[in-house]
């Protein structure tokens, strides 16, 4: 497995607030965040982008749905948030390792998360 800095996080070499962990994904605060509730779910395999995703990781990409969802519920914003992946540097990717961002705790007419 490559190393990341989310691959340190899990495995503990670096602290992190860990709201969330399964045998698939963690999810953890966002440590710059962009809304009220800003939370990265992170799958445990490292996939560098989304489009470096292969056939046999449909599995895990549905898991990382589902979960979204769930964790979203858990920090009370599973009725109004914004779930974004950012593939690749010129979209703001910053770490290649695949993660999704779950935003919310405001309305989206209010500008201030990314569209």
Do not use: W
Not at 29 to 35: F, L, S
């Amino acid at each position: 497995m490559s190393e990341t800095l989310f691959t340190k996080i899990m495995a503990g070499e670096i602290p992190s607030d860990i709201l969330y962990e399964d045998e698939h994904c963690i999810a953890i605060r966002d440590i710059n965040p962009q809304a009220p509730v800003h939370v990265l779910l992170i799958p445990r395999q490292v996939i560098p982008r989304l489009v470096d995703a292969q056939l046999e990781d449909q599995a895990l990409l549905g898991h990382l749905l589902q979960t979204a969802g769930k964790v979203a519920t858990q920090l009370g914003i599973g009725d109004t948030f914004r779930l974004v992946v950012n593939n690749g540097e010129g979209a703001g990717q910053t770490v290649f390792h695949l993660h999704l961002h779950i935003m919310g705790g405001q309305g989206f007419d209010e500008g201030r998360l990314a569209r």
